[in-house]
């Protein structure tokens, strides 16, 4: 599906399927849950996800700060922490490993919300990039991508949700989202981050 795809780190199986639940209703997919650190680096390696949620504590032989840490090096995705520690220690702990947001639990559907789209903007902006054009995509790649899809990738590239997309072209968040689909068959890629990924790094 060509929504933001999102990855939840819970060990609470009943606190994962509200988060879970949380996402799907404000309009994302969640690819999953991971209960430990070895299903949560999987995840991220096969699953590819958008933006990960992490809990702090967590089963495995790592935490979430240092699944974070690994995520930050090695995956280059926005990731926030959904915790109900705030002591100091765990504070200082966390915000070394550069998180682009800090929920603490209990949460409501508008803080997830809120939080998730600065994450995604500010890594947007973090990683703001010069798009190639719509005619050196379409050679480099031998594709025919229209001018509605190349404004799509435009806007994949300032973090913008499929809503704030739909808004800003005064179309339907389903015309959004069939233009998304085209633009991931055309490059033979799974995930919207990848759509940016692949155009950079080729061009």
């Known amino acids: 599906m060509p929504d933001i795809r999102v990855l939840i780190v819970e060990d609470e199986p009943l606190i994962a399927e509200d988060i879970s639940d949380f996402v799907e209703e404000l309009g994302f997919v969640s690819v999953g849950i991971a209960y430990n650190s070895e299903k949560a680096i999987y995840m991220i390696e096969n699953a590819h996800p958008d933006i990960a949620l992490l809990d702090i504590n967590i089963e495995g032989d790592k935490d979430g700060i240092e699944v974070a840490q690994i995520i930050r090096e090695k995956y280059h995705i926005p990731f926030i ?3 109900s520690h705030s002591d100091k ?3 200082d702990k966390a915000k070394a490993t550069l998180p682009y947001g800090y929920i603490l639990k209990p949460f409501n559907e508008k803080d997830l919300l809120t939080t998730m789209e600065m994450a995604l903007f500010r890594h947007a902006s973090e990683n703001k990039v010069v798009l190639p054009s719509i005619e050196k995509i379409n050679q480099l790649f031998n594709t025919n991508i229209t001018p509605s899809e190349y404004k799509c990738i435009q806007q994949l590239a ?3 949700t ?3 997309m739909a808004a ?3 179309v339907s968040v389903n015309t959004i989202k069939t233009h998304l689909k ?3 068959t ?3 890629v799974p995930n919207r981050t990848s759509v ?3 155009v950079m790094t080729k061009a």
């Open 186 to 188: 055309k490059l033979d």
């Open 182 to 184: 085209n633009l991931f």
């Open 196 to 198: 940016i990924h692949k």
């Open 81 to 83: 922490y959904l915790t």
């Open 168 to 170: 800003d072209q005064f």
């Open 89 to 91: 220690a765990t504070l």
């Open 158 to 160: 300032e973090g913008k």
């Open 162 to 164: 499929n809503k704030q």
